[in-house]
């Protein structure tokens, strides 16, 4: 069911009508918590159905992102989504910020706060999805937390609040991490 979601999706931002198409969705080999590699074109998250917003790559841009997604959520009509959507996007910018720019940006200024990461929203009927964009090419990888620390639950919570989650390599350009949410 995921996948055929994941499919839907592509088909219809990539204007694709062609079911016979064949697109390889990888299977994680443990955990229900491990994300989906969805291969799709860079161009997608180009497309007018996608929604973004440029941010910075500062921990502090999670409020920003928390603040735009609501937003265009109760414009949507879809206020009951708000909560949970902007528990996953402040978990997906700040492991964009803690892991997505180290490996994919040198700063020669620390503080200038260079726009390195976008947040995208893309609206279907019964679901939205949300990702944030980082220039890493790595894989999100959960991790498993240490009951002593507070970080390492960020991807469990968006495994666990989201109907699907995963990730899309951009050629060149890093990946997208990403989170379905269903319309109550």
Not at 42 to 67: G, I
Not at 130 to 144: F, G, H, K, T, Y
């Amino acid at each position: 069911m995921q996948e055929a979601v994941a499919l839907v999706h592509l088909s219809i931002a990539t204007g694709s009508g062609d079911d016979d198409e064949e697109v390889s969705v990888w299977r994680p080999a443990v955990g229900g918590s491990m994300p989906r590699l969805l291969p799709v074109p860079s161009a997608w998250w180009e497309t007018p159905a996608v929604t973004s917003r440029a941010l910075s790559a500062r921990p502090e841009e999670a409020r920003t992102a928390r603040y735009f997604v609501r937003e265009l959520l109760t414009c949507w009509g879809l206020e009951a989504l708000a909560d949970d959507a902007e528990m996953i996007i402040d978990e997906l910018v700040v492991n964009a910020v803690l892991h997505g720019t180290r490996a994919g940006l040198i700063r020669a200024n620390p503080g200038a706060g260079l726009t390195v990461l976008r947040l995208c929203m893309l609206r279907r009927v019964g679901e939205v999805m949300l990702a944030v964009i980082d220039p890493a090419n790595e894989m999100p990888m959960p991790r498993q937390p240490d009951w002593g620390w507070e970080s390492g639950r960020g991807l469990q919570i968006v495994a666990a609040l989201s109907h699907v989650w995963g990730w899309s390599p951009i050629a060149g350009h890093g990946k997208a991490v990403w989170a379905v949410l269903r319309d109550p």
